[in-house]
């Protein structure tokens, strides 16, 4: 049987929620009127951020037993919505951008496909039929 994930959100007032995870890590949803500064990104935001560090942490460790020596590596996200609810993604840009001393195109060709297409769990949870998905990277 799969692993069971558990966490827990907490209205604090107007569009503002806290979520907790079973070891009390925090993360404030917001979802402020235009011209308000929120306090934390929106559901849809920290999507795009849980997709970026679910397969950045996939190809740096790929990359890791590839024996190479990560120097920084980023990832730059952009997502266009459909007009209509739900509202969901249209378009995934993702562009990774890495720096590692002896790093080849194939390497991070293999290590954006497993991760995109194997391990990323949140990658997996994309309708690829209803989103398109547009990978890029950059070796400096």
């Not at 692993?3 to 503002?16: A, E, F, P, S």
């Not at 996939?58 to 020596?69: P, S």
């Not at 720096?99 to 309708?127: P, Y």
Request: net charge negative; charged share 25%.
């Amino acid at each position: 049987m799969g692993q069971t994930v558990k966490v827990n959100i907490r209205w604090d007032g107007n569009l503002q929620f806290t979520g907790f995870d079973e070891q009390n890590h925090r993360v404030i949803f917001d979802s402020a009127p235009e011209g308000v500064i929120a306090a934390g990104p929106t559901p849809m935001q920290l999507f795009l951020q849980a997709l970026a560090a679910c397969s950045s942490m996939d190809i740096v460790t790929i990359l890791q037993k590839r024996r190479l020596k990560i120097d920084s590596f980023e990832v730059q996200i952009e997502g266009e919505r459909v007009d209509t609810f739900p509202k969901i993604y249209k378009t995934i840009r993702l562009k990774y951008i890495v720096s590692a001393a002896g790093i080849k195109e194939s390497d991070m060709e293999i290590a954006l496909d497993l991760s995109l297409n194997k391990f990323c769990s949140v990658a997996g949870m994309i309708d690829r039929s209803k989103t398109e998905v547009i990978v890029e990277y950059e070796i400096r």
